[in-house]
C-alpha cells in the first residue's frame, strides 16, 4: 500500500429518506441551508393554490378546480424526486486535498481549504463548506477504530 493510498479513506453506503431527513435536522442548527431553485417551485405552487382557493371562493364555474392540476402535478413531482434516489450507493472520499461526495448522478469535490466547520452528532459526521452541508452517517464506518480516524482526520482539517 502506497503512503497516498493509507491517507486516503473511502466510504460507501446507501443513505434511506428517513436518515436523510434527520440529518437535514442537524445540518439546520449548524447552518442556514436552503435550496433556492425548491424554494421556487414551492412559491409557484403556493400562487397556484391561492388562485384556486380564490376561484372556488368567487363562485366560480366547476372546471375551474382543473387549475389546481399543476399543483397537483408538483407535489407528484416532489414525491418521485425523493425517492428517485433510494436505494443508490453514496461515497465519500477523503485524501490530503479535500473530500469528494459521489453521488449517482453528481460528484462534489471540495478542498479542505474551503471546509468552514465540521461537526459530530450522535448519528453523523457533518462537513461544511461555503456553498454546500454534506452528512456521513456513522453507522457506515466500519467499528470505533474508522470513526476515531476519521474524527481525527476532520479535527486537523479545522484545528480544534
Known amino acids: 500500500m502506497t503512503d497516498a493510498a493509507a491517507r486516503t479513506l473511502e466510504v460507501t453506503l446507501v443513505p434511506d429518506l428517513a436518515e436523510h431527513l434527520r440529518a437535514r435536522r442537524e445540518m439546520a442548527r449548524l447552518t442556514p441551508i436552503g ?24 363562485g366560480g364555474e366547476w372546471w375551474g378546480v382543473l387549475r389546481g392540476l399543476p399543483l397537483l402535478m408538483f407535489f407528484l413531482g416532489v414525491g418521485l424526486a425523493m425517492r428517485r434516489g ?43 463548506t461555503g456553498g454546500a452541508v ?11 477504530d474508522a470513526e476515531a480516524e476519521l474524527r481525527v482526520r476532520l479535527r486537523g482539517v479545522t484545528g480544534s
Open 35 to 58: 435550496d433556492p431553485r425548491g424554494a421556487l417551485a414551492w412559491l409557484v405552487a403556493l400562487f397556484i393554490l391561492s388562485g384556486l382557493i380564490t376561484e372556488v371562493a368567487d
Open 86 to 128: 433510494q436505494g443508490r450507493p453514496l461515497t465519500w472520499v477523503m485524501d490530503d486535498d479535500g473530500v469528494e461526495v459521489r453521488q449517482p448522478r453528481h460528484r462534489f469535490r471540495v478542498p479542505w481549504e474551503r471546509v468552514r466547520r465540521v461537526a459530530e452528532t450522535d448519528e453523523f459526521f457533518l462537513v461544511v
Open 134 to 144: 454534506f452528512y456521513l452517517p456513522k453507522r457506515a464506518l466500519r467499528g470505533a
